[in-house]
């Protein structure tokens, strides 16, 4: 507290009214806790909000973001347009990025179907950091986190369509519309995609009158020579199960499971207009996975693109298929560096870790090692799990090469175990984000994750390939 009142930013007067306001214990500094009271006069500062951080040495990054978001909230609430923070003095980098983050991401709201949209339910405010020294390295910084947070939201408004406006070719044209940042976009038709194999697509959007698409997006910021990093998507427009019907609770969620899929969107939107030297390669298997009488069935075996035959146990354990014919395509035709795919993949996934962990599974312990370290700086939960052998061992077929279902123990594990099937000796991670894709039973709340679609893991990766694109390993 005694930093702030050294500060250059305010006057004699403001001081005097902050002093006040503690010296009569009128404000403690818990934690969470604000106050705002108006200042009389006529200086430029009208409002003053004081926020609690609590104890110095537990304060951290997650912290700031969080009540940065309630602030900004607050000031939203109070019709606040315009307004400046002044943090504590030792400002760092971290701080800076949690701060912008906390703001931006609070202060999301999906309007678009909303006829009487009102500016005090999702007006802008003008929010200005104050620092005391190294102002333009912290602008810098601040503008690129502000980009990022506009990558998670753009990520959040295209997981929030709802299901009769977002079928897989709304994915491609969302995907086309990256051209304009330099990214190179090619979408496969289903004729495309059932001349070259990729039958696990084909079949599980047999089922639907909106043909599957298989988009592909292209960032070359790095050399010819170098090899990419491969993002991988799960995008199901709509998940009802297919023959194997979900059951009617909470169907309506099953929008979210394209949420893998435009996450990729939004990294690679992020990764262009950062102009990152590196070579980025975004793979999104879309399809609507429908009941009918052209659906895929029980007991169908799909030759998969890279040749291994999948019995199908169950329709609803579609996004492993799809997932899996990415993965081999992406391989074959890029051979990346590394890959990385997330998806809505499991409920066991929940069942294990909870609607706020992603559960991570992979193959390459130094790679999972750096994304985990990243994750504890961007509030973005992850917990690797094991695959073992044992695992391996659930998912073998009797007539075919494996099965698409493990039986209920390990669920989570047992779809990466499928997927490890189709990704060769690259490095790999799998990132199942069903808990953490968007706000749902179990979810913690928190000021930056406003209701609806997360935008889950584009922060984390954006960040996992900045480092890498500085060189770190
Ligand atoms: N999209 C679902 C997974 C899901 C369920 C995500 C609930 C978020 C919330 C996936 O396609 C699916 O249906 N998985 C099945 C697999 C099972 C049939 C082996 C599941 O988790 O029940
Ligand atoms: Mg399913
Ligand atoms: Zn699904």
Redesign the pocket.
Known sequence: MSDILESKFIDETVKAAIIDVIENNEFKGNFGSRMMFRLMGNGTIRKIMLIGLGEREKFTDEKARLIAGKAVLDARESNVEELAVLPFSTVDDSLIEAIVEGMHLSLYSFQRYKTNRTSSNFGPVLATILVESDSERFQMIADKTHLTSEAVNSTRDMCNLPPNECPPAQIAKLALALEEFGIKVTILERYEMESIGLNGIVSVGKGSNNPPKLIVLKHSGGSNSQKPYLLVG?A?TF?T?GI?L?PGD?MD??K??KCGGCAVLGILKAVALLGLKLNVIGIIPSVE?MPSSSSYKPGEIITMYNGKTVEVL?T?????IILADAIAYGISKYQPKAIIDL????????IALGANVAALVGSDEQLIAKLIQISKKTGEKIWELPLFEEHHEQIKSSIADIK?????PG??I??AAFLSNFTSEVPWIHLDI??T?WT?DGTYEKSYNPKGATGFGVRTLIKFLIDRSNGQV
């Open positions: 799960k199901v998940d199960g194997s979900k909470k969620e099953m979210y499971d996975n169950n609803d354990a579609e996004g492993r998806a809505t993949l499991t409920g066991a996934a929940i698409n279902i493990g039986g209920r669920g989570a047992t779809a069903a808990g894709a749902q």
